[in-house]
């Protein structure tokens, strides 16, 4: 069986891909099950993985694994390296931010490494590919978000947070104007 999602719609579906079993669970179930697929992708689906640098042997075998899945659903699949798309010292990835500041892990900042080597890099990435795809006449600054969500509407963003885990999820606004207006938070497993 053959899909193919590479539909010239203007609406944009974005599944935030972890290389974890909550958003492959999502990947799978798109591409096999058609209700659910109908419910969550609205136009074009593209899956972003943004890439720490630092991930296991095995978890970067997977990730090439899950690339060719979604080669073969023409369901286009992009690795957001923090070289081009992560800020300051985090460029290098999470070893390399620790070595330049001489820095360990700690529970006592859980989100730093996944805000600055995941979320920011994926959003980053995705106004150069909304910019590319879509001909913003705007960029940078997050301007290319609004002038597709003013010609299309919100962006909507798969994340793969599971039933019971709604701590995790979060709806309310983030005090970003441009993501609050711009992007769609979905999260599929919990609904």
Known sequence: MELDFEKLGQKLTVLSYGAGQDSTAILVRIIHDEVFRRS?????????????????????????????????Y???????????????????GLLGFYEKNKAVGSKAFPKTCTDNLKIRPIYKFLE????????????????????YFY?????????????????????????????????EKIYPLIE
Not at 85 to 92: E, M
Request: proline share 3%; net charge positive; aromatic share 16%.
């Open 40 to 72: 969550y992708v609205v136009g074009k689906l593209i899956v972003v993985f943004a890439d720490t640098k630092n991930e296991h042997a095995h978890t970067y075998g997977y990730v090439s694994y899950i690339q060719m899945l979604c080669r073969s």
């Open 74 to 92: 023409k369901i286009p699949f992009f690795k957001v390296d923090p070289e081009e798309y992560a800020t300051g010292k985090w460029k290098g």
């Open 128 to 147: 150069d590919y909304i910019h590319k795809q879509f001909n913003t006449k705007t960029y940078g600054k997050k301007k290319a978000f609004y002038e």
């Open 151 to 183: 010609k299309y509407g919100k962006i909507r963003v798969l994340i793969g947070i599971a039933a019971g885990e709604e701590k995790r999820a979060s709806d309310e606004p983030t005090g970003m104007k441009w993501f609050d207006q711009c992007i």
